[in-house]
T-cell receptor, first 114, second 114 residues
Framework: GENVEQHPSTLSVQEGDSAVIKCTYS??????FPWYKQELGKRPQLIID?????GEKKDQRIAVTLNKTAKHFSLHITETQPEDSAVYFC?????????????FGAGTRLTVKP | NAGVTQTPKFQVLKTGQSMTLQCAQD?????MSWYRQDPGMGLRLIHY???????DQGEVPNGYNVSRSTTEDFPLRLLSAAPSQTSVYFC?????????????FGSGTRLTVV
């Protein structure tokens, strides 16, 4: 099955700086790559996603890039704010046929210092 | 529209006991999954379903059973609880993973096995 690796496991930045989280995946057939944000004690929530036919997607301060050749994708957060502090998870899924399971990375704990 | 509803929110079991974690969604989603979340290990897929009557195993299925008799419900059964099953369990649903729709998560069940 798919294996997703995520780095770094912890990341601390100063408010206003940028943060980058990187993930690699193993299954070249994976075609959907979402990112989730989980605040302490809460459920994961989808913040942005990208499909394999797109190289980059942006939504205000967050963006995701995908390199299919290298099998890695990244989350970029610009102008970080204290409320961005949370655990972020990447995931990968191959939606072909009935193989619709989604695998997650181990998570990155982002701390934004005011 | 309640989204994804999980019950109970908290549960303590003794080793060897069995129980069922309930999950229901009212969004008419075909895709549903169960994940467990342990510190430092992200979200690991237990079982998933692509529609009523269809289920499949994820990466950590041992000790768990599922069934999908209706589109709305996807219960997770622990057959004989073990301390290693102490975790937070999340149910999730999606309109379609293959079409690039992310999962909506329930609020989670925190299970402790003593």
């Amino acid at each position: 099955g798919e294996n997703v690796e995520q780095h770094p496991s912890t990341l601390s930045v100063q408010e206003g700086d940028s943060a980058v989280i990187k993930c690699t995946y193993s299954d070249s057939a994976s075609n959907y790559f979402p990112w989730y944000k989980q605040e302490l004690g809460k459920r994961p929530q989808l913040i942005i996603d990208i499909r394999s036919n797109v190289g980059e997607k942006k939504d205000q301060r967050i963006a995701v890039t995908l390199n299919k050749t290298a099998k890695h994708f990244s989350l970029h957060i610009t102008e970080t704010q204290p409320e961005d502090s949370a655990v972020y998870f990447c995931a990968a899924s191959n939606g072909l046929g009935n193989n619709n399971d989604m695998r997650f990375g181990a998570g990155t704990r982002l701390t934004v210092k005011p | 529209n309640a989204g994804v509803t999980q019950t109970p929110k908290f549960q303590v079991l003794k080793t060897g006991q069995s129980m069922t974690l309930q999950c229901a969604q009212d969004m008419n989603h075909e895709y549903m999954s169960w994940y467990r979340q342990d510190p430092g290990m992200g979200l690991r897929l237990i079982h998933y379903s692509v529609g009523a009557g269809i289920t499949d195993q994820g990466e950590v299925p041992n000790g768990y059973n599922v069934s999908r008799s209706t589109t709305e419900d996807f219960p997770l059964r622990l057959l004989s609880a073990a301390p290693s099953q102490t975790s937070v369990y999340f149910c999730a649903s999606s309109y379609s993973i293959s079409l690039g729709y992310g999962y909506t998560f329930g609020s989670g069940t925190r299970l402790t096995v003593v």
